[in-house]
């Protein structure tokens, strides 16, 4: 019989790379040092293949990686570069600048990385801070790439094909001309992702500036996401008129204006979208308009027919319900009190019975205008009995949480769950203990993500630990419970690790969920899609 270990090293060693190329990007690191420690011999083959996917999680790791990236025989090995960094005040204060924006152009520019293929940097709030503990807003042009880099950066990175910039500053000191956005006008870029910096407004540019360059590059784009400041652009209705024959990826997150004839027609000409992610402006998460939606009421048979992951307000939800059964993933934003579960098991009686990753924005119900006009078929006020699957009628009056009646029809309309995670409204994990039993009803379910804001932020606390092995005992499929209440990355993350005697807690850094983001490299949670901050934290066991 042939042990597991000697079935890899049966395996050519040119076989490895291809693997490597096909985990998810997230997972990448960990995977490959876990097939490294099987064997010394695969040790030898795998270790190198971790500078290939470079995924740096703050400015420490980043800054040293960076200098040993000086060594240009270093970087022949990079093919992709992914760094998450804040901005510490000793950096800031550097004369000349070493911070990773400034180092990482550099080190391209000396062309020490000819064979990147993507370029992925994520900013974090830090860098519009002033110094420590300060809340006051800097002009920070260490945000921004020269103009120059762009213009040039084929000469240095010849084979590069994705650009991944995130949490930048517009250049407003340059203008407002469409060359100072040089990321645009890189050419064979078919992956490109840009979100501006969440807090810092730019100056008055429109989204017709960035629909010209996006025309050069849509004969090859598979992937485009573009995030903004909910008070930068807001006119998207030029991007719609755009055929993106390759389009596989489309994310547009805080526009408003929209035109729902004119994106349905959009929609029905990219039947080949997979993940598709239509996030909705902070302040509208809840009290979006039912009049401001992305899907008309009525969609073509065969609509999107290869959509796999879906991230959208629940209005825009509801009218794709004929397709929901095809997902894989779902993220819904904005619901009030039992819409979802209504959705899932009276819109649409058989369920979701391929769904693997559920994320659901829920709000209790709140006497106010802006709630009643988005009651669909009374959704908000009905429930299914846990009992004899009965509907039954709260009053308009009652507000309405996860736990009241609702997480057993989640159960029954999506049983096949291995990632279910809440946003919205705060639901502590002590209340999780209390419905053990429903989530007991989801035969493959991993990773439990939810919302505490009051006990999100800074050092997780051993009364988190505590009750993150409690549920664990009771919910024995679990392997890892994350509280995504933090406004900034990482977010505290119990890990659950079992033998046949006994159960640990591990408290560390996580990320949000996982299915449908296997090409991000720092997957997001919903409050935090448009920027991040990393706050180190320390690594500690609790038995």
Same mark, same amino acid.
């Given at each position: 019989?042939?042990?597991?270990?000697?079935?890899?090293?049966?395996?050519?060693?040119?076989?490895?790379?291809?693997?490597?190329?096909?985990?998810?990007?997230?997972?990448?690191?960990?995977?490959?040092?876990?097939?490294?420690?099987?064997?010394?011999?695969?040790?030898?083959?795998?270790?190198?293949?971790?500078?290939?996917?470079?995924?740096?999680?703050?400015?420490?790791?980043?800054?040293?990686?960076?200098?040993?990236?000086?060594?240009?025989?270093?970087?022949?090995?990079?093919?992709?570069?992914?760094?998450?960094?804040?901005?510490?005040?000793?950096?800031?204060?550097?004369?000349?600048?070493?911070?990773?924006?400034?180092?990482?152009?550099?080190?391209?520019?000396?062309?020490?990385?000819?064979?990147?293929?993507?370029?992925?940097?994520?900013?974090?709030?830090?860098?519009?801070?002033?110094?420590?503990?300060?809340?006051?807003?800097?002009?920070?042009?260490?945000?921004?790439?020269?103009?120059?880099?762009?213009?040039?950066?084929?000469?240095?990175?010849?084979?590069?094909?994705?650009?991944?910039?995130?949490?930048?500053?517009?250049?407003?000191?340059?203008?407002?001309?469409?060359?100072?956005?040089?990321?645009?006008?890189?050419?064979?870029?078919?992956?490109?992702?840009?979100?501006?910096?969440?807090?810092?407004?730019?100056?008055?540019?429109?989204?017709?500036?960035?629909?010209?360059?996006?025309?050069?590059?849509?004969?090859?784009?598979?992937? %485009?996401?573009?995030?903004?400041?909910?008070?930068?652009?807001?006119? &998207? *209705?030029?991007? /719609?008129?755009? @055929? $993106?024959?390759? !389009?596989?990826?489309?994310?547009?997150?805080?526009?408003?204006?929209?035109?729902?004839?004119?994106?349905?027609?959009?929609?029905?000409?990219?039947?080949?979208?997979?993940?598709?992610?239509?996030?909705?402006?902070?302040?509208?998460?809840? %009290?979006?308009?039912?009049?401001?939606?992305?899907?008309?009421?009525? &969609? *073509?048979?065969? /609509?999107?027919? @290869? $959509?796999?992951? !879906?991230?959208?307000?629940?209005?825009?939800?509801?009218?794709?319900?004929?397709?929901?059964?095809?997902?894989?993933?779902?993220?819904?934003?904005?619901?009030?009190?039992?819409?979802?579960?209504?959705?899932?098991?009276?819109?649409?009686?058989?369920?979701?019975?391929?769904?693997?990753?559920?994320?659901?924005?829920?709000?209790?119900?709140?006497?106010?205008?802006?709630?009643?006009?988005?009651?669909?078929?009374?959704?908000?006020?009905?429930?299914?009995?846990?009992?004899?699957?009965?509907?039954?009628?709260?009053?308009?009056?009652?507000?309405?949480?996860?736990?009241?009646?609702?997480?057993?029809?989640?159960?029954?309309?999506?049983?096949?769950?291995?990632?279910?995670?809440?946003?919205?409204?705060?639901?502590?994990?002590?209340?999780?203990?209390?419905?053990?039993?429903?989530?007991?009803?989801?035969?493959?379910?991993?990773?439990?993500?939810?919302?505490?804001?009051?006990?999100?932020?800074?050092?997780?606390?051993?009364?988190?630990?505590?009750?993150?092995?409690?549920?664990?005992?009771?919910?024995?499929?679990?392997?890892?419970?994350?509280?995504?209440?933090?406004?900034?990355?990482?977010?505290?993350?119990?890990?659950?690790?079992?033998?046949?005697?006994?159960?640990?807690?591990?408290?560390?850094?996580?990320?949000?969920?996982?299915?449908?983001?296997?090409?991000?490299?720092?997957?997001?949670?919903?409050?935090?899609?448009?920027?991040?901050?990393?706050?180190?934290?320390?690594?500690?066991?609790?038995?």
């Amino acid at each position: 019989m042939t042990s597991r270990n000697g079935s890899f090293t049966l395996l050519y060693p040119e076989i490895y790379p291809v693997i490597a190329t096909h985990l998810p990007l997230h997972a990448t690191p960990s995977t490959l040092l876990s097939l490294a420690q099987t064997s010394r011999d695969i040790s030898h083959i795998v270790l190198p293949l971790l500078h290939t996917r470079l995924i740096l999680k703050n400015e420490t790791d980043a800054l040293l990686v960076l200098q040993k990236l000086e060594s240009p025989v270093v970087g022949l090995a990079v093919r992709e570069l992914h760094i998450l960094s804040g901005l510490s005040y000793a950096t800031r204060q550097q004369d000349p600048p070493a911070d990773v924006v400034t180092r990482t152009v550099d080190i391209i520019s000396r062309g020490n990385l000819p064979f990147l293929h993507t370029l992925d940097v994520q900013l974090t709030n830090e860098w519009r801070h002033c110094g420590p503990g300060s809340d006051q807003v800097c002009d920070n042009s260490l945000c921004v790439f020269p103009r120059v880099f762009w213009t040039r950066i084929k000469e240095y990175c010849p084979r590069l094909r994705g650009i991944v910039l995130k949490g930048i500053q517009y250049p407003s000191t340059y203008g407002s001309e469409t060359e100072d956005l040089g990321f645009l006008h890189v050419p064979g870029i078919t992956s490109l992702s840009i979100t501006f910096l969440k807090k810092m407004l730019p100056p008055p540019v429109y989204i017709d500036m960035l629909v010209g360059p996006i025309m050069t590059l849509a004969p090859l784009l598979h992937t %485009l996401e573009l995030g903004v400041n909910p008070q930068g652009f807001v006119h &998207i *209705s030029p991007l /719609f008129d755009l @055929n $993106l024959p390759y !389009l596989r990826s489309l994310s547009l997150k805080n526009f408003t204006q929209i035109d729902t004839l004119q994106t349905t027609a959009f929609f029905e000409r990219h039947p080949s979208i997979q993940y598709l992610n239509l996030n909705v402006a902070p302040s509208d998460v809840a %009290l979006a308009s039912t009049s401001d939606c992305w899907f008309t009421a009525e &969609i *073509s048979e065969g /609509f999107l027919p @290869n $959509l796999r992951h !879906l991230r959208a307000h629940w209005k825009d939800v509801r009218r794709l319900a004929p397709i929901l059964a095809q997902l894989l993933s779902l993220c819904i934003h904005g619901s009030v009190n039992a819409q979802v579960p209504f959705l899932l098991r009276f819109t649409l009686p058989d369920g979701l019975p391929y769904l693997k990753s559920l994320d659901i924005g829920q709000f209790p119900r709140r006497e106010s205008a802006n709630y009643r006009n988005i009651d669909v078929e009374g959704s908000t006020i009905w429930y299914e009995d846990a009992d004899d699957g009965m509907l039954r009628a709260y009053t308009p009056e009652q507000p309405r949480t996860i736990f009241d009646n609702y997480m057993h029809s989640i159960v029954r309309a999506a049983p096949r769950l291995e990632e279910l995670g809440f946003h919205g409204a705060d639901s502590p994990l002590a209340d999780f203990i209390a419905v053990a039993d429903d989530l007991n009803g989801f035969c493959h379910l991993k990773r439990l993500y939810y919302i505490d804001r009051a006990t999100g932020a800074g050092e997780p606390s051993d009364t988190f630990g505590e009750l993150a092995g409690e549920l664990a005992e009771l919910v024995p499929r679990l392997e890892a419970i994350t509280n995504v209440g933090a406004p900034d990355l990482p977010y505290q993350t119990a890990e659950i690790h079992r033998d046949p005697e006994s159960l640990t807690v591990e408290l560390c850094e996580g990320f949000g969920m996982q299915t449908g983001n296997d090409d991000e490299a720092f997957p997001w949670a919903p409050q935090s899609s448009v920027n991040v901050v990393v706050v180190p934290r320390n690594r500690r066991d609790l038995l």
